[in-house]
């Protein structure tokens, strides 16, 4: 298993490395399978591609090496991918969704480290729309995954674990409620104990809710994080070493798009969000990491007016935010 400063480190680089696929699935605003909006993803993420980067041959040299593309899905239907979802520990594990089963379904694959691929795995197995799944795994090797499923009527977000060299659990409905609730992100704590947050329209304005669950316990019932008034959607988490949350979404209370950012220390509550954006044009698309040193990175995209929606034409802004 790597360290945890490690899987921390090796975390933070997947996340940006990956920004541009998270930022442009952002873009993916209404949580509807059939969105008339186009989702643009990188061609080297058309089907669930990912590369691998070796160790550096020269520490001194700035250039990262990537292995060739290997296509992962080799699906007939399409592959949408969320990032594709990836965390490691001593093996890569990736989730996305595919529609070759008729509708859009969850599938897992895994690659242990000097190993092959695995044949992936239809984790979500119901009849309705399943997708932008997100996969972490806990202290002892466990697998967690959430996903927005069309409920139907409704999207909820469900989740599924799978124990090291145990099989899927049958997949329950955290959210459960009347309103759509889609986009959920994950983080684990040093304990094992889950933290869900998605964006929910139950409460009246798009807001982001919160939910979580001991190791070995129930999921608690969801609550709505201390938020400003207007929508919020799309929460990215990460959690530091000290188990505190640190969460960043967007808003559009100001009239225009900003990112919000708020943290939750272990057993405290959400803290008032604070402005990481303040600019006059739409702020979209955030992502959040914690380094070795316990500094937080958020970045996000700006977009020029009547540029938004358009991948690629936004600039990418980061701030970094230093609690220690
Ligand atoms: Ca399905
Ligand atoms: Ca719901
Ligand atoms: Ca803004």
Redesign the pocket.
Known sequence: MLSRNAMIGATLAIAFLLLAATVATALHQDGLADNPWPIYVPSDFQHSRIGRIPPQSNPASSAIIWSTPVNISNSAGTSRVRCPSIDLDDALHVVWEDDS?G????YYITKPTGGVWSTPANI???????QRAVIATDTEGTLHVLWD??NPGYWDIFYTSKTSGGTWSSPINISNNSGWSWSANLAVDSKGGLHAVWTDTTFGNWAILYASKPKGGAWSSPIVVPNNPGGSEWAAIAIDNNDTLHMVWENDASGNWEILYTNKPKGGSWSMPVNLSNSPVDSLGAAIAIDVTGTIHAAWFEYPPGKWGYAGQGDILSTVIKFH
């Open positions: 089963s509708n859009y379904e969850i979500s197995n119901n009849s309705n729309a399943s499923d069309w």
